[in-house]
C-alpha cells in the first residue's frame, strides 16, 4: 500500500526523511501536478456519482483532518449523497454526541457540544479523480497484480455472493482508507472509522485463535 499510495502521487513531494512519526505524509491539496494529486468533490454530478476513498481537508488551518469511504448499491453509496449526510449530521448535536467528527467541527450557527477545532463550513471534500484500469488491483500472480489475494481471503470474498471484483476493490478501498488514516498527523486526526469489521473481514474461522495473540 506505501508503494501503490506513492505510485498516485499522494505522498509529500519534498524530502520524506525530513518528517516524523507526528508529521501528515499526504501532500496538500493545492500541490496538484502531472504526477497527481487531490481534486474537490464539488456540484458536477459525474464526480458527485462516484465512490471510493475521500478526505477531509481543513483550508482555514491547512490541514488534513479525517479519511473516509463511501460505497455499496443504491443512490446513497456516492460521494455526493455521504457529502451531503456529513453536512446535516454536523448540524446535529445527537450526531455530535454519537461522532467526535461532528462535535469538533460543527456547522456555523449551531449549537455545539465541547470545544470545537473548527467549521464544517471550512472543509472541503477531495479525492483523487483518476480513473485507472482495475485489473492490476483485482488480479492475482500475474505481472502487473500489485496485490496479492490468498485463497483464504478470496474463500471469504466470495462467501458474500456478488461481483467479485467490486467486493474485491470494496476491501481495497477499506485498506486504502485505514493507510490514508496512518498518514494524518495524529493531532489532527479526526477520523474514527470502524474498519475492516465492516466488510465482515473480521473473521477467523480455521483456526482458534491462541492466548497470546
Not at 462535535?103 to 485507472?132: C, H, N, Q
Request: net charge negative.
Amino acid at each position: 500500500m506505501a508503494a501503490a499510495i506513492c505510485v498516485f502521487g499522494h505522498i509529500v513531494v519534498d524530502d520524506i526523511s525530513t518528517y516524523g512519526i507526528d508529521d501528515c505524509l499526504l501532500r496538500m491539496p493545492m500541490q496538484q501536478d502531472d504526477d497527481g494529486g487531490f481534486c474537490l468533490i464539488d456540484g458536477d454530478d459525474h464526480v458527485g456519482s462516484l465512490q471510493g476513498c475521500y478526505l477531509y481537508f481543513d483550508w482555514i488551518k491547512y490541514r488534513w483532518i479525517r479519511s473516509g469511504k463511501t460505497s455499496g448499491d443504491g443512490n446513497k453509496a456516492c460521494f455526493r449523497e455521504r457529502g451531503d449526510t456529513h453536512k446535516k449530521n454536523a448540524k446535529s448535536v445527537d450526531e455530535m454526541k454519537a461522532h467526535r467528527f461532528y462535535a469538533l467541527y460543527p456547522a456555523r450557527d449551531v449549537e455545539t457540544i465541547g470545544v470545537r477545532k473548527g467549521y464544517f463550513d471550512d472543509l472541503s471534500m477531495l479525492f483523487d479523480p483518476r480513473a485507472p484500469d482495475v485489473s492490476n488491483l483485482c488480479s492475482n500472480g500475474e505481472i502487473g497484480s500489485l496485490f496479492v489475494w490468498s485463497e483464504e481471503v478470496m474463500r471469504e470474498l466470495k462467501s458474500k455472493g456478488g461481483e467479485l471484483q467490486k467486493i474485491q476493490l470494496d476491501a481495497i478501498s477499506y485498506l486504502w482508507e485505514l493507510c490514508y488514516d496512518l498518514l494524518l498527523a495524529e493531532s489532527h486526526n479526526v477520523s474514527a472509522s470502524p474498519g475492516f469489521e465492516s466488510l465482515g473481514l473480521r473473521v477467523n474461522r480455521t483456526r482458534k485463535r491462541k492466548s497470546y495473540e
